[in-house]
């Protein structure tokens, strides 16, 4: 049996799983533990078929026809180096989120509107990427979506999560749309479905500019690219902390799979100017997106914005491939699609880490918003501690794995001066000043985001009486958290892993880093740039211990311990703590006017009077306001005003579709 047989044993397994977690609906509770163990199993079983083709040199692809779909066409599905790489993101994604539902899911609420929709969930992304022709993976992206949403509106009778599924269920339509569009453009009038075909057929220049620009709105839209990422703070937050990682880490990958799979292996050679197109939308996002995030104080939106910005960070990278691969600098271009795909993987651990800490928080202490949080460091100290690990590897700081996968992608911008172009050689710098300026907000936004929920003296009631989380909560925390760090401090491991999927892609592939002494990472060469994390971590280990030992040694041997966040009074309340609010002020101030139309007034009292100063801040979404509720309005506009249309007479009807069909006629007559 073919690897790819296998692993759709493993998708009928997760379907089944799906069906037995609805028979198990009518007993509350009796289902938890079973349905989310089983698909522990079935991802775990999956990536160990996946660990040993990766071991393989080299991978040869594997697949597998099943006699479904469309008539004498079937299901094709094929299994090759970028679908292996993917995969292992989707199963180990999955794998943590059950291990952490064992715990969290015994406080949810409604099990039985989840317990049916995860399996099915992880079902979708896997026959994503094993599909090999676009039936199928139209077919299986809609699956994906429609799951997710039902995940993401469990709790509906709650306003906010009702809209939130309303906006992602259009969204999302709107996505399949333009990759249903893309995909009849590749098939071409023969209807070639199969990926096969489509690499075979080599679409024209004109045809590939249009499938880029769609595949833009189908997986962009998808995967939060910037204007196309209303969705994705609204329906985050809105689903379980478990699934919300897997949207967030997971299913946004799956759309990244998306686009590289069409751009890089359907569409055949690029042209330089659709670099900058990919280029300027991920710059776009990556600042954004963090800009978002400083100003949110619910962390689970925050987490969600900050998905955004990442995205980003992938898409420059993957523009920067584009754009390499069209001058023929295969090694610039292997170096940056590298950088794509470790930056894809890293974010999958760490964002699955913070929400996986948030659900923690959340279930701790029932909120979400950080104002009403402090302290929990003394409460919750595993949890605390993970959640900085996190905090550090999305900061982009050493010796974590976040530092790697965007020191990778500066080092394909500073390849840009070979460049022939002279508008690449300035968007490249530009683009990588904006990569440069979304890594510090992002420090910014974490050092808030821990500082505010941790920190500090706890703000409520609820806070004072938070307890740890669960064995297996902090099991797969702990996980991902050794993960971080691995990565970051033996990225040469990792590197030597993509280089299968580079090789496919673009025919070449970074040095071997393992045979670099030190376990060191050149991208290029050494007399360029090189980098080693481990000696990074032991300087760091060695450092905070010797400073460790020299205060408590030779410094005062009293030990005083008070009241954290002191700010000069000796029994200051907890609303003199600095909170998220005050803590972005700066940086609202120097791009709120612009970014989002900031606006602050201060309420003082007159002297002598007794009542409260008040501080008004309004914050607009300006690409809300300004694209999406103007449409929303012409639609309203619209349908107000074809309402009539249903109350025709069968005259008037028969009249409507014969000039409907003259129209179509006349199309199909004057198209070239």
């Known amino acids: 049996m073919s690897d790819a047989a296998v692993l759709l044993w493993g998708v009928a397994s997760l379907l089944g799983t799906a069906v037995l977690a609805i028979a198990l609906s009518r007993t509350p509770g009796s289902g938890t533990r079973l349905v989310y163990g089983l698909t522990l199993g079935i991802s775990a079983t999956a990536l160990l078929v996946l660990a040993g083709r990766m071991l393989e040199a080299p991978v040869t692809p594997s697949t597998a026809v099943l006699p479904v779909g469309l008539p004498w066409v079937g299901a094709h599905f094929r299994l090759d180096a970028l679908s292996t790489f993917f995969l292992v993101v989707i199963n180990f994604g999955g794998a943590m989120a059950s291990l952490y539902g064992l715990g969290y899911g015994s406080h949810e609420p409604s099990p039985h509107r989840v317990l049916p929709f995860f399996p099915a969930f992880l079902a979708g992304m896997n026959l994503v990427v094993l599909a090999d022709d676009a039936f199928t993976f139209l077919l299986s992206w809609e699956f994906m979506s429609l799951s997710s949403w039902a995940l993401v509106i469990v709790h509906h009778r709650e306003r906010e999560n009702a809209r939130a599924g309303y906006i992602y269920l259009v969204m999302a339509s709107f996505g399949t749309l333009a990759l249903l569009l893309a995909f009849g453009l590749l098939s071409g009038p023969g209807g070639n479905y199969t990926f096969e075909a489509m690499r075979a ?51 946004t990958k799956v759309a990244v799979y998306g686009f590289i799979r069409v751009v890089f292996d359907l569409l055949g050679e690029p042209t330089w100017w659709s670099s900058t197109i990919v280029l300027f939308f991920g710059g776009l996002t990556a600042v954004l997106g963090i800009l978002y995030a400083l100003m949110e104080k619910d962390l689970k939106r925050l987490l969600a914005y900050s998905t955004i910005e990442n995205i980003g960070v992938i898409f420059v990278s993957l523009g920067l491939a584009l754009a390499f691969k069209a001058n023929a600098m295969p090694s610039a271009a292997a170096l940056a699609l590298t950088a794509a795909l470790f930056h894809a993987l890293n974010h999958s651990f760490f964002k699955s880490l913070l929400f ?144 299968p999927v580079t090789l496919s892609l673009i025919g070449s592939r970074m040095p071997v880093q393992m045979a670099q002494p030190w376990l060191s990472i050149v991208p290029i060469a050494e007399s360029r740039s090189s980098y080693n994390g481990l000696l990074v971590f032991v300087f760091i280990a060695i450092s905070a211990s010797a400073a460790v030992y020299v205060i408590h040694r030779f410094a005062s041997h009293a030990l005083r311990r008070g009241p954290a966040w002191g700010c000069g009074f000796a029994d200051a309340v907890p609303g003199s703590q600095y909170t998220g609010v005050s803590f972005a002020q700066p940086i ?51 349908t107000d005003h074809l309402n009539h249309l249903q109350f025709l007479t069968i005259r008037r009807y028969l009249t409507l579709v014969f000039l409907f069909l003259i129209v179509l006629l006349l199309v199909l007559a004057l198209w070239p």
């Open 201 to 251: 057929a080599g679409p024209t220049p004109l045809v590939a500019t249009f499938v880029l620009a769609l595949m833009l709105l189908g997986a962009g839209s998808k995967a939060g690219l910037v204007p196309l990422h209303v969705w994705l703070p609204l329906a985050h937050p809105a689903a379980p902390s478990h699934v919300s990682a897997l949207m967030s880490g997971v299913m």
């Open 356 to 499: 996986f800490g948030a659900g923690a928080v959340l279930t701790a202490t029932g909120e979400r918003d950080m104002e009403k949080l402090g302290g929990l460091i003394h409460r919750m100290p595993q949890t605390s501690f993970v959640f900085l690990v996190g905090c550090v590897a999305i900061s982009s700081l050493p010796p974590f794995n976040g530092f790697v996968s965007e020191w990778l992608a500066f080092q394909a911008v500073l390849q840009s001066p070979d460049l022939p172009q002279w508008g690449l050689k300035v968007m490249v710098p530009a683009v990588g000043g904006l990569l440069a300026l979304s890594a510090a907000l992002a420090a910014a936004c974490f050092v808030k985001a821990f500082g505010i929920t941790f920190l500090g003296r706890p703000r409520t009631s609820a806070v004072e009486h938070a307890h740890e989380a669960d064995r297996y909560s902090l099991a797969a925390m702990f996980i991902l958290a050794a993960l971080c760090l691995l990565a970051g401090i033996l990225p040469g491991f990792v590197i030597d892993g993509l280089s």
């Open 588 to 638: 609202r101030r120097v791009f709120g006017a612009f970014v989002f139309r900031a606006t602050e007034s201060v309420e003082m009292p007159a002297p002598g009077e007794t009542g409260p100063a008040r501080f008004n801040l309004q914050i607009h979404d300006v690409i809300w306001e300004t694209l999406y509720l103007p449409i929303g309005k012409a639609l309203d506009f619209a």
